[in-house]
T-cell receptor, first 116, second 111 residues
Framework: DADVTQTPRNRITKTGKRIMLECSQT?????MYWYRQDPGLGLRLIYY???????NKGEISDGYSVSRQAQAKFSLSLESAIPNQTALYFCATSDSLAGGPSDTQYFGPGTRLTVL | RKEVEQDPGPFNVPEGATVAFNCTYS??????FFWYRQDCRKEPKLLMSVYSSGNEDGRFTAQLNRASQYISLLIRDSKLSDSATYLCVVTHYNQGGKLIFGQGTELSVKP
């Protein structure tokens, strides 16, 4: 079984709808992250969480909210989806202050979201 | 200007070729450096960390030049399976370990 899972894997929705993307991990990591990927722009950080009570905004948090329900679960919500939120969304985890040479972020398989 | 910039791709090379990717970063406070690999429509995966002294892992060699704020990845004897997008990534210790990604360089290795 995959260590980091995301649901749904694909979603098509309409403008104005509320959407929740879910991420679960079995790695026992404290830190979890949400990124979006757009062609030509690379991955950009939306929100990150260092533990259940610690939530931080990333580079592009406007229009998004998150919930860390447990150490293993981190959900991303689009309160009112708009077409420019069409993107590939990745959840990631790490077990320490990522940035050390031996630290790694582990990514889920991604959720492809299309907002019509 | 993007904080991390990579060579625009795609790179199309024959099997067995040597190919080099370049990456520059603008924040001198950047502390750690990585190359990630991303296959089409899949998640990024760590390829290798980049150390100040340079490091090698099989056919892959990574170099870091802090003075020039420049990172490179060299792939020798390219294989078809090396075809992917290569992402240059930096982090800052004082920003909670957030990864900052370059836009990626696509490599296509042809028979």
């Amino acid at each position: 079984d995959a260590d980091v899972t995301q649901t749904p894997r694909n979603r098509i929705t309409k403008t104005g709808k509320r959407i929740m993307l879910e991420c679960s991990q079995t790695k026992g990591h404290d830190r979890m992250y949400w990124y979006r990927q757009d062609p030509g722009l690379g991955l950009r950080l939306i929100y990150y969480s260092f533990d259940v009570k610690d939530i931080n905004k990333g580079e592009i948090s406007d229009g998004y909210s998150v919930s860390r329900q447990a150490q293993a679960k981190f959900s991303l919500s689009l309160e009112s989806a708009i077409p420019n939120q069409t993107a590939l969304y990745f959840c990631a985890t790490s077990d320490s202050l990522a940035g050390g040479p031996s630290d790694t972020q582990y990514f889920g398989p991604g959720t492809r979201l299309t907002v019509l | 200007r993007k904080e991390v910039e990579q060579d625009p791709g795609p790179f199309n090379v024959p099997e067995g070729a040597t190919v080099a990717f370049n990456c520059t970063y603008s924040n001198s406070a950047s502390q750690s450096f990585f190359w990630y690999r991303q296959d089409c429509r899949k998640e990024p995966k760590l390829l290798m960390s980049v150390y100040s002294s340079g490091n090698e892992d099989g056919r892959f060699t990574a170099q870091l030049n802090r003075a020039s704020q420049y990172i490179s990845l060299l792939i020798r004897d390219s294989k078809l399976s090396d075809s992917a997008t290569y992402l240059c990534v930096v982090t800052h210790y004082n920003q909670g370990g957030k990864l900052i990604f370059g836009q990626g360089t696509e490599l296509s290795v042809k028979p």
